[in-house]
């Protein structure tokens, strides 16, 4: 809330049970949480965004005319009240505010759609995102959101220390590029386009600028999936970093979890508190273990799989509750792969790629590798996987003029999310999710 005095708003003024701001004189604002109306006696908990406040009206104490404005007062009404501070022991915050003037800047309609305070009903999940525009401001997606917004300070923060340079790619595309995953489609000025799936080939050609390179990049994958972990519009934190190799990026990825994660605990513990989320810090090196090895080790777990398809999700959570901390996927085979992986030279059917996976049942947070960077193999490889070499011209082109060896990964920032805030389904990441069944509000 706000100091009347040095014009620092801030509802901590109200927390204050040493009595350091006993008989202050404030200006707090925000929004009506809680009313609690005892006759003569009228309880109001006000809430801003760094916590809230207690505001008690006794009628023989204050004017006619702020009392007739408390009456009115809805659930989420918008209002600023000044006053005085007052140490009170049987106050839930063992503080409150006396009212000495109270405006009113909106007053919001009484049958309120939803229970914020979730002492009623909680509610259900339909509900949560029917009234998104409304459920935002529950308490607990407002520890999540801020969470995400330290997350991705943490992010910037890890890589500007290291020495990257924060790129912004394109986000609508020329139809048909690298195929794959279900594509939303555009028309473009009377031109087929499509929304970005990744941006792999533009962080690519970005290294013979930059060297290395890294942006939290929206993306957009039509896939009709009704799982967990899997939204339609996400952001991935994407790297790639000239002459790196597969284990240079698997130590940028133990340093970069690491950072964001101490980050988080150091600066977010409060919301992790109200989130009832523990976080640990992992330690280096992260677990390591090769596809065929963790087939193997799935069939010790219970878990049968087809040795030569990927992890399906029952044995990727079986996985990641084995192994207690973050750990990586290695060596995956070259045909489950892209086109842009490098090989083995001694094992062309296995990749220089890794997944990275969150423990906790969480699972993979992110996928990367080594890279072609020799034109002929990657224009063999397009042609291997069915493309159209000449829906590639551009990317194939700028590997004819000086690429450098390089590896790189995209981390998908709301698993991570999902992983640190310990949620349930990864929709609740989003301040405004995309699912098949999500597009409004």
């Avoid at 489609?185 to 690519?204: E, I, M, N, R």
């Amino acid at each position: 809330m706000r100091y009347a005095v040095n014009s620092k708003w801030r509802t901590h003024v109200c927390t204050d049970v040493n009595g350091t701001n006993n008989g202050l004189e404030v200006l707090v604002a925000g929004w009506v949480q809680q009313i609690r109306d005892k006759g003569r006696l009228i309880f109001l908990t006000i809430r801003d965004q760094s916590g809230i406040c207690q505001v008690t009206l006794n009628q023989r104490k204050v004017s006619e005319e702020i009392w007739i404005k408390a009456k009115s007062l809805t659930i989420e009404s918008v209002i600023s009240i000044k006053g005085r501070v007052k140490i009170d022991e049987r106050s839930m915050l063992g503080a409150e505010l006396n009212p000495t003037e109270i405006k009113i800047h909106a007053i919001a309609d009484s049958k309120f759609p939803i229970d914020l305070t979730k002492k009623k009903t909680q509610m259900d999940i339909d509900t949560v995102f029917r009234f998104r525009e409304l459920s935002i401001r529950d308490p607990e997606i407002v520890a999540i959101m801020e969470i995400k917004s330290i997350i991705a300070k943490a992010i910037r923060d890890f890589y500007v220390r290291k020495g990257f340079y924060e790129i912004f790619t394109p986000y609508i595309l020329a139809a048909s590029t690298e195929g794959g995953a279900e594509q939303f489609k555009l028309d473009y000025f009377g031109q087929p386009a499509v929304l970005a799936q990744s941006c792999q080939f533009y962080k690519q050609a970005a290294l013979c600028c930059h060297e290395k390179v890294f942006g939290i990049i929206p993306s957009w994958r039509a896939e009709k999936f009704h799982t967990s972990k899997h939204i339609t519009e996400f952001h991935q934190i994407e790297t790639e970093i000239a002459f790196a190799t597969e284990i240079e990026l698997m130590e940028v990825q133990e340093d970069l979890t690491i950072s964001v994660l101490s980050d988080v605990k150091g600066q977010a513990s409060s919301h992790l508190k109200f989130l009832e989320r523990e976080l640990y810090i992992p330690k280096k090196p992260f677990t390591r273990i090769s596809f065929y090895k963790a087939k193997e080790l799935l069939s010790t777990l219970g878990v049968e799989e087809n040795f030569e398809e990927d992890f399906g999700a029952p044995a990727e959570f079986a996985l990641s509750m084995h192994f207690k901390e973050p750990f990586f996927i290695t060596e995956f085979p070259t045909k489950l792969r892209g086109m842009y992986y490098s090989t083995d030279p001694e094992n062309p059917s296995l990749t220089k790629s890794l997944d990275l996976n969150a423990p906790e049942g969480f699972g993979e947070l992110s996928s990367g590798g080594k890279r072609v960077i020799d034109y002929n193999i990657l224009n063999q490889r397009i042609l291997e996987k069915g493309f159209n070499p000449e829906n590639f011209e551009w990317y194939l082109r700028m590997f004819r003029y000086g690429m450098p060896p390089h590896a790189g990964f995209g981390l998908g920032f709301e698993r991570l999310i999902r992983w640190i805030t310990k949620l349930s389904h990864i929709r609740e990441t989003s301040m405004f999710p995309r699912t098949p069944e999500i597009y409004s509000p």
